[in-house]
């Protein structure tokens, strides 16, 4: 099992560019995510999907895009970079179902990041 | 009011001290609790998970949760260089404290 894989490690964009950040798993999650992590503020939900074909906006969606036609692959999409959005970049999948008798598991496994420079 | 509030730090302790790790939270609807830990450049791994009120031991590391007082707590004893890093708590799907750095002197 790779767990859950990013690619690419790091990025440097100019102002302006597009690019798509790639995530996958081969955990057979249903629940997928993307973060960022800025320097003392946490992990910040962009986006997450229930399933394939499933998506719904977190806490800091503007700028962002992204889709999820299989369960493996969760890309997301940066139309016009922007300065603010030099950060790391997290993916994360979980599986939500009956764990241990106790309905949902919110347990979640990262990948290693992309770190994402905007100049 | 944030849903979790943590204290950022830095702690900073010799080899071998009791940590304790804390944060609060606002949703009294949170049944699951999380502490992930993060070494500087990787992404965050499950440390410890706890369903409910009280107390969960694996090894050196203690997760405690008070629902009455909304209050949380990852203790570590006999604390290792190797447990230097930034200890994130989590509750239900999407909250996450900013994270605590923690550094162990040897």
């Known amino acids: 099992n790779a767990g859950v894989t990013q690619t690419p490690k790091f990025r440097i964009l100019k102002i302006g560019q597009s690019m798509t950040l790639q995530c996958a798993q081969d955990?057979?999650?249903?629940?997928m995510y993307w973060y960022r992590q800025d320097p003392g503020m946490g992990l910040k939900l962009i986006y997450y999907?229930?399933?394939?074909?499933i998506t719904d906006k977190g806490e800091v969606p503007n700028g962002y895009n992204v889709s999820r036609s299989t369960t493996e692959d969760f890309p997301l999409r940066l139309e016009l970079a922007a300065p603010s959005q030099t950060s790391v970049y997290f993916c994360?999948?979980?599986?939500?179902?009956?764990?241990w008798g106790r309905g949902d598991s919110y347990e979640q496994y990262f990948g290693p990041g992309t770190r994402l420079t905007v100049t | 009011q944030k849903e979790v509030e943590q204290d950022p730090g830095p702690l900073s302790v010799p080899e071998g001290a009791i940590v304790s790790l804390n944060c609060t939270y606002s949703n009294s609807a949170f049944q699951y609790f999380m502490w992930y830990r993060q070494y500087s450049r990787k992404g965050p791994e499950l440390l410890m998970y706890?369903?409910?009120?009280g107390n969960k031991e694996d090894g050196r590391f203690t997760a405690q949760v008070d629902k009455s007082s909304k209050y949380i707590s990852l203790f570590i004893r006999d604390s290792q260089p190797s447990d230097s890093a930034t200890y994130l708590c989590a509750m239900g799907r999407f909250y996450f404290g900013t994270g605590t750095s923690l550094t162990v002197i040897p």
């Open positions: 706890t369903y409910s009120s």
């Open positions: 999907s229930v399933g394939a074909g």
């Open positions: 955990m057979n999650h249903n629940y």
């Open positions: 994360a999948s979980s599986y939500s179902g009956e764990t």
